[in-house]
């Protein structure tokens, strides 16, 4: 058990830096830098070399990547912008706070939600209201965020007044005045997420109920949620963790289109703005912090699994 | 024992065991009928009877069995005992009763008080039928929590107390594992503790003993045998298989096609049957001393709903005549027993004869097949391992040493676990051996099969147990025998499907077959198919694993008399697996014994059979039950399982119940040949002979 977290570490951390230089390849093979981008047409001359030297730009690209990687190892600091000329780690930290605000509210209302609707559907299966949940989901999976986005906004802003239509504050608002923000954000959010897991959910729990456990459980005279909640369900929950993890993986990817959408001042916006910029350190720093809460939200998923599963846990007696 | 015993609550009414039995009954079944509603796709309905018209009184303390072949509808009646449909089924008539309560007129909630209280069940497949994912104890919990009065403190000793009550070793540490850590046959006895916690009236078995070893199906039912016993509990068995019922029952119920057929007391039915169709089944039973195989009943049962008009056996049966095609038999009372049949009671009176068939003469040639010191493992060293000089971990088969001869039939025989069908998947190239050699002829077959030409695949062919799995689906029957035809003959055409036609009439089946998918055939029928594909090949070896295990008893014996029939006609050997010895008996030449891998005792039949001197062969014979009221089976051993083979000495030294003592935990004995057999123990043959005649 012990010998396989760390094992998982180990892997964690491997998949880390071949992330990162993957990324440092990627964008350093790319024409044009953070000055010629800076300097647009008049990137020539005195000004494009002096530019270069205030960053460091002619020190060569292995040796640039070992000093970013050394302050990373050795001090956790994630290096400095080229374009805003400040701390990374400054520049990251309250827009992760507003980004994992917005995932991690649209995954506590989503999984959940997904979890109910699904075990619904399927023990009211080819019943109205499964058809209904079915039906739901094939259309939240179907249309895209941001027209989804886009239509919420144009009933509950524009129609109704009830919340606003793009973020207004600044990154470093404080929460309070953050929150009335994230309501349609979190909302498209949860949408997609919900139908995504339970059509997982809900064909893992039909199968399960089927099963001749659940049959013997009937037999026995356990009663019906009874059966449900304790015999079913957890069997049923096996295949949906790993959909739940994939989910949680998609989720960093939509929200960067999301807050797009509505301005939002998280870690997407300004991870668009510096590839835009060609902000090389810093579109780094944000790709390793999404890589590692993916590695992380993925282990999550497979110490669930090794706890929803005694198989998996205890060796065979 | 005693407290356990004082804490259930029924006391015996002191019978004997065999049908001293109280005269009130505790379940009724009223001309039960079940069924389902199919729709039809011009979107008319109809109704589809699964049960027809049965009655049953079930007394109390007695133990009925009620068996038939599969879709006969055994178990949806015992389920209805329960008051409990399948997904889909409803009643068509008739009543359940026990005592005056009338089942399917009951509420949900007062018939789940009654399910697992009053009427229990006990499972078929216990692996399958307990929930993976909570703790034994947990289970245990729950089910007196629902059917005892008992208070919560009490719950984990009297679960301690139920797993004692089921021989269970250790039943402290039980509570706190989950089923997969348990052996099959541990779960099927905490299936029957925990049908017990309820203290239940009647206790409904659905096949609790099918899928477990010889042993261990003993040992079950010697078991459910001393529960009775003590406990007075009145039992419905339900079994395909006449041997289990015979060790258990007072009355047999057999059932044929959704009807109750006959119903009388189990002495009296197994020696002297009466409707055809049980006579014809007693028949199709391989049985261990008969040095035959065993007569088939012709054709195939009907599938489970199909309409019929008349008697349901008509159609196979012997003593047909134009009446019983029109007149559907009343349950007639002959004697002390009830019989639906049209014929008069004198021919129904006839004594039973068995006549088997006679094994057709194989003349047996020259050596094809051999296996020197195999030794298989499933694990490979990795790079590291190797590496760092880690020894190899003992093999999963070791030290097989076999041979076949042209036209010859081995078997291969030992408990799930004893390596038969790795053996077997070595000799076909699926996971060839680690050390050793297997020849054939003097072609080397240690090569995985990716690595064999097109001759040496045709040569060695394989019939698979499950026929519904290893035929395609989608692929009619003429593709399928196109398949082996194509790519070791190359024929394509007409010239193809004239040579399929051909093999399927050497399997006895029609032409019209050829473009039916396998889905439209009977389970004998798609075995049958099976073979004709396996012979399309015109195969040396032909190795069969378990092919008879997934079919009926009366079309059992019809295959295993057609597989003797094409060795006759070919002179292929065969390698045969199976779990039944009698099956064994009927079809193999030689038979192999092996417990873990390893080789216990190889000999002629006959010779092994009628006196095995190794232990283990010993155990695994006097294990065997068979359809006869006065066989009992004799236990030498326990049946705990054993999940690797020992690291030295003789496999068998854990469960030997004739164990020397150091000798046979370090060394592993050495071969002894007498009298045509060999065998592996450390006591000397003769002294072996010795004790068998004590």
């Known amino acids: ?317 | 024992m005693n407290t356990v015993y004082t804490n259930i609550g029924h006391t015996s009414t002191g019978h004997t065991g065999t049908g001293a039995v109280n005269n009130a009954p505790v379940l009724r079944v009223e001309n039960l009928s079940l069924g389902y509603t199919r729709h039809h796709t011009d979107g008319r309905t109809s109704k589809v009877a699964v049960l027809r018209d049965v009655s049953l009184q079930i007394h109390k303390g007695e133990v009925i069995g009620l068996v038939g072949e599969s879709g006969c509808g055994k178990s949806t009646l015992a389920l209805a005992l329960l008051g409990f449909l399948r997904g889909g089924g409803e009643v068509l008539g008739g009543k359940v009763r026990y005592g005056k309560t009338s089942l399917f007129d009951l509420p949900d909630a007062d018939l789940a008080a009654l399910r697992g209280g009053d009427i229990a069940l006990i499972p078929q497949n216990a692996g399958q039928s307990l929930t993976p994912t909570m703790k034994l104890g947990a289970q245990l919990a729950e089910a007196l929590k629902l059917h005892s009065d008992l208070p919560q403190g009490q719950y984990r000793a009297r679960a301690i107390e139920l797993l004692t009550l089921v021989r269970l070793p250790s039943p402290e540490q039980l509570l706190e594992r989950y089923p997969h850590q348990l052996s099959g046959g541990q779960q099927q006895r905490v299936a029957i503790a925990m049908a017990l916690a309820g203290e239940p009236d009647v206790l409904l078995l659905d096949e609790p003993t099918t899928g477990l070893d010889v042993t261990t199906q003993a040992h079950i039912l010697e078991l459910l045998r001393e529960l009775r016993q003590r406990l007075g509990t009145t039992m419905v068995f339900v079994s395909h298989d006449l041997g289990v019922i015979a060790r258990i029952s007072d009355r047999i119920a057999v059932m044929y096609a959704g009807e109750l057929i006959e119903l009388g007391s189990c002495a009296e039915i197994l020696r002297s049957p009466a409707h055809p169709y049980t006579r014809g089944l007693l028949a199709a039973i391989p049985r261990l001393a008969s040095g035959m195989l065993p007569a088939a009943l012709p054709g195939y049962p009907p599938a489970v709903g199909a309409r019929h008009q008349g008697c349901a056996f008509a159609a196979r049966c012997s003593h047909v005549s134009p009446d019983c095609q029109e007149r559907t038999p009343d349950q007639t009372a002959l004697g002390t027993r009830q019989v639906r049949c049209n014929l008069p009671a004198p021919q129904l009176r006839q004594p039973l004869q068995l006549e088997g068939v006679p094994v057709p003469e194989v003349t047996v040639g020259e050596p094809l097949l051999s296996l020197d010191q195999v030794a298989v493992s499933y694990q490979q060293q990795s790079l590291w391992q190797k590496l760092r000089g880690q020894p190899e971990s003992t093999a999963t088969v070791d030290g097989i040493e076999l041979s076949l001869k042209r036209g010859e039939t081995l078997a291969l025989v030992g408990e799930s676990g004893s390596g038969k069908s790795t053996i077997m998947r070595s000799i076909c190239g699926i996971n060839p051996p680690r050390r050793g050699h297997i020849q054939l002829d003097d072609q080397p077959l240690n090569l995985p099969v990716e690595k064999r030409d097109a001759v040496l695949k045709r040569r060695v062919q394989m019939i698979f147990q499950n026929p519904d799995a290893s035929l395609n689906p989608r692929h009619t029957i003429a593709e399928i025998l196109a398949q082996p035809l194509k790519l070791y003959f190359g024929l394509t055409g007409a010239a193809c499907r004239a040579k399929a036609a051909e093999l399927l009439a050497q399997v006895r089946l029609g032409e019209h077959y050829l473009d039916r998918l396998p889905a439209q055939l009977s389970g004998g029928e798609k075995q049958r198919v099976a073979i004709a594909r396996t012979f399309a090949g015109e195969p040396d070896l032909i190795l069969c694993d378990e092919v008879t295990s997934a079919l009926d008893v009366s079309v059992q014996a019809a295959v295993l008399q057609l597989l003797k029939q094409l060795q006759a006609e070919r002179g292929v050997a065969y390698l045969f697996i199976a779990h039944d010895l009698a099956v064994v008996q009927a079809i193999a030449d030689r038979v192999a014994v092996l417990y873990q891998g390893r080789l216990c005792e190889e000999g002629e039949t006959r010779d092994l059979f009628a006196a095995p001197w190794h232990p283990y062969t010993e155990t695994l014979l006097d294990a065997v039950l068979q359809p006869d009221p006065d066989h009992n089976p004799k236990l030498h051993s326990d049946d705990a399982a054993e999940s690797q083979p020992p690291a030295q000495g003789c496999p068998f030294q854990n469960r030997c119940p004739r164990k020397l003592g150091s000798q046979c935990d370090n060394e592993l004995p050495d071969w002894q040949q007498i009298r045509g057999k060999r065998l592996r123990c450390h006591i000397p043959a003769r002294q072996l002979i010795g004790l068998q005649r004590v």
Not at chain 1, 15 to 33: K, N, Q, R, W, Y
Not at chain 1, 75 to 93: F, P
Not at chain 1, 261 to 266: A, L, M
């Open chain 1, 1 to 317: 058990m012990l010998k396989l977290i760390l094992n998982r570490l180990v892997l964690a951390v491997l998949t880390l830096v071949a992330v990162c230089t993957l990324v440092f390849s990627v964008t350093e093979a790319l024409p044009g830098d953070v000055c010629t981008a800076f300097l647009g047409r008049n990137a020539q001359g005195v000004r494009l070399e002096n530019c270069r030297a205030d960053r460091e730009l002619h020190k060569p690209a292995i040796e640039r990547f070992a000093d970013w990687g050394y302050g990373v190892v050795s001090q956790g600091d994630l290096g400095r912008s080229l374009k805003r000329n400040k701390s990374i780690n400054k520049l990251v930290g309250n827009r992760m706070r507003n980004t994992l605000v917005l995932a991690t509210t649209a995954a506590l209302i989503g999984i959940p939600l997904a979890i109910f609707l699904g075990v619904l559907a399927a023990l009211r299966r080819d019943k109205a209201t499964d058809v209904g949940i079915s039906t739901g989901s094939i259309f939240a999976m179907t249309l895209p965020e941001f027209v989804s986005a886009t239509l919420l906004i144009y009933i509950f802003a524009i129609q109704l007044k009830w919340f606003p239509a793009v973020t207004t504050v600044r990154h470093n608002a404080p929460l309070e005045d953050l929150l009335p923000n994230i309501v349609l954000p979190v909302a498209v959010l949860a949408l997609v997420m919900t139908a995504h897991i339970l059509r997982m959910v809900r064909s893992s729990m039909i199968d399960v109920m089927a099963s001749d456990f659940v049959q013997m459980a009937r037999l026995k005279g356990v009663p019906y949620w009874q059966i449900v909640f304790r015999h079913a369900l957890p069997s049923a929950m096996l295949p949906a963790v790993n959909i739940i993890a994939l989910t949680i993986a998609w989720l960093l990817g939509g929200v960067v289109i999301i807050e797009q959408v509505f301005n939002y001042p998280g870690i997407g916006t300004l991870m668009i703005s510096a590839i835009y910029d060609r902000d090389l350190p810093l579109v780094q720093a944000i790709a390793l912090v999404l890589a590692a809460i993916y590695v992380g939200v993925n282990l999550l998923a497979d110490l669930t699994s090794l706890a929803l599963n005694p198989r998996l846990r205890t060796a065979r007696g």
